[in-house]
């Protein structure tokens, strides 16, 4: 699909969190030949979907990093080159950054502590899993970051969230801008039993005078007050058997929303000095609960803004000679007095905005020690803000979900496949989702004249081949499969080069690359390991299917390279709101 830029470049970095896969063990267990950045997404590797997104949003050139482990680094830069995806993004491609000292099993926070990291990084920037699937464009984002806390870089002489003056470089003036966050919902149409869940509690930003426009960001934007997983939430519940709110909380924000059924998509918009934050707290180990949920606490919580070391983060700024005699300006309404000037009305008895700060200032400051009228009050920590953008969930709405499990990597995989094909959606006249490929069947030479595929659901990629009396319903099928007699597939994932036998019936299931199933094979809900051979006649339900190397013959039974293990649900957790 071409890729116009919509904006000019936003000045934004981009970290692109290029993970181990864990959870997707099945096809990710040999992260030096197949990492998890290259597991298709609806026919596309999944680390397209990020790029594209940040190229759409005007982020090019050296200014994306794909931060990777260098065990995975050769498999990355050969997937750029060759694959076709991922070679008709914009031309330079983005840069492959592979720390030494980044493993498998690093967490999110100490990877923007790594010197490879705090050197690539020059101004603010972005945080992105490799797993994110995001329809609302990026600029979005952008455009209600600025406006809540750059200040669209001071142009518009607005005022940030602590009632200074935009003057500086995007919205620098004595303090320093907040961050953003983006979370959305897991109940609705688009629900994955045992899905991972966060809890945030969240306060209304203050009211809009002027009501946004139409498909603005704005009305689903709220102060963020804390952050945690599900899972440490019952950790903690299960300690203290209840959940514990501290009075200061409920002092500063009498108003707080308990969400308990959304997903951090770990979508960040970070000021720069946010690197100075996580180097400073070296125990943050985690962006996400860490770093975000310490940030949001200090904003409520006394004395931690020092704790972490905010006071310090203020001070380093990097301002260029311009800056540096803006600010030397007083703000406009300081130096005139527009009411002074008026022809309309009487003044007399009128005392102007200028002298109600001189009185005000007499009656506060006439205590200081030097008897001036304009002694600075000493300062107090001021913790910048960090809003959260709640995705809502609509019903044919804009997806926002990360696909880092089987079970989701289906589900995102089998929506993607309903989208209008582009030259569907031109011969309508109506607009074409970034996601949607050029055909839905790109080889209809390959299906044979006695077979039903389902076109309004299904996807099927180059060179695929169905031979007669198959029936392929909601199924995402990769390239160069071969799909043999009498097959039946409904709401399956085939990546490339899978080969099914005769009289198979598959249902719910998702097949490495280059696997193999056997005649009349029936599979539900389950897994095949790339490369794996499926015996003929096996029934199986909630199983994984994979290859364990340096079993010792006669230390297993005879069907070893065949392990199925129930799948099991993660805990809900607590519900503690809606």
């Known amino acids: 699909m071409p890729h116009a830029h919509n904006m000019p470049s936003p000045g934004f970095q981009a970290l692109i969190l290029c993970g181990p896969g864990v959870s997707l063990n099945t096809f990710t267990s040999s992260p030096e030949e197949f990492p998890k950045a290259l597991v298709p997404i609806a026919n596309r590797p999944m680390i397209w979907y990020p790029l594209d997104w940040c190229y759409r949003l005007g982020i090019t050139n050296a200014a994306i990093h794909l931060v990777t482990p260098p065990s995975s680094f050769a498999a990355i830069e050969a997937a750029l080159s060759t694959d076709p995806h991922l070679t008709s993004l914009p031309i330079p491609r983005a840069d492959i950054l592979a720390p030494e000292d980044l493993t498998q099993n690093t967490g999110t926070a100490e990877i923007l502590r790594l010197p490879e990291v705090q050197a690539v990084i020059t101004g603010d920037f972005l945080v992105l899993p490799c797993d994110l699937i995001c329809e609302v464009a990026g600029e979005a984002f952008l455009e209600t970051w600025m406006i809540k806390e750059a200040g669209l870089g001071g142009i518009t002489g607005s005022r940030d969230s602590f009632g200074r003056p935009t003057n500086g470089s995007l919205g620098e003036y004595d303090g320093r801008r907040g961050g953003l966050g983006v979370w959305f919902q897991t109940k609705g149409d688009d629900s994955v039993k045992g899905e991972e869940t966060d809890f945030i509690a969240t306060s209304s930003a203050l009211p809009m005078t002027v009501a946004p426009p139409k498909g603005s960001l704005l009305p689903h934007i709220s102060h963020l007050l804390y952050s945690i997983s599900k899972a440490s939430l019952k950790d903690i519940t299960d300690e203290k058997k209840v959940f514990p709110i501290r009075h200061s909380l409920v002092r500063k924000h009498g108003h707080v929303k308990l969400l308990s059924s959304l997903r951090d998509a770990h979508i960040y918009f970070f000021p720069f000095w946010t690197l100075d934050l996580v180097k400073r707290n070296e125990t943050f180990d985690s962006i996400s609960e860490d770093l975000v949920g310490w940030w949001a606490k200090a904003r409520w919580q006394d004395g931690l803004g020092d704790k972490l070391g905010f006071p310090d983060g203020f001070v ?130 390959g299906i044979a004249q006695l077979c039903t595929v389902t076109k309004a659901d299904c996807l099927l990629g180059d060179h695929v081949i169905v031979e007669e009396k198959s029936v392929i319903k909601e199924s995402v099928v990769g390239a160069n499969c071969h799909i043999k007699k009498g097959v039946r597939l409904t709401r399956c994932v085939l990546m490339d080069g899978v080969v099914v036998e005769d009289g198979c019936q598959l249902s719910g299931s998702i097949l490495g690359k280059k696997s193999r199933i056997g005649k009349e094979v029936v599979l539900r809900d389950c897994e095949v390991q790339g490369g794996h051979l499926v015996s003929d006649g096996t029934e199986a339900r909630n199983e994984k299917f994979m290859t364990f190397e340096g079993l010792e013959n006669g230390d297993d039974d005879d069907d070893s390279s065949q392990m199925g293990t129930d799948a099991v649900g993660q805990s809900e957790g607590v519900e503690l709101g809606a």
Request: charged residues 20%.
């Open 316 to 445: 380093k700024t990097r301002r260029t000679q311009n800056d540096d005699m803006t600010q030397q300006v007083p703000a406009l309404e300081d130096e005139i007095d527009l009411s002074s000037m008026t022809t309309t009305g009487p003044t007399n008895g009128m005392t102007t905005r200028r002298e109600q700060r001189v009185l005000a200032s007499r009656i506060r400051e006439s205590s200081g020690s030097d008897g001036g009228f304009f002694t600075k009050p000493t300062k107090k920590t001021v913790v910048p803000p960090i809003l959260a953008y709640v995705h809502p969930s609509q019903s044919g709405g804009p997806i926002v979900r990360r696909a880092d499990t089987g079970p989701l990597l289906l589900s995102v995989s089998l929506r993607l496949a309903k989208l209008k094909a582009i030259n569907e959606s031109a011969g309508q006249q109506l607009p074409s989702s970034p996601f949607a490929h050029k055909s839905k069947i790109a080889n209809p030479a």
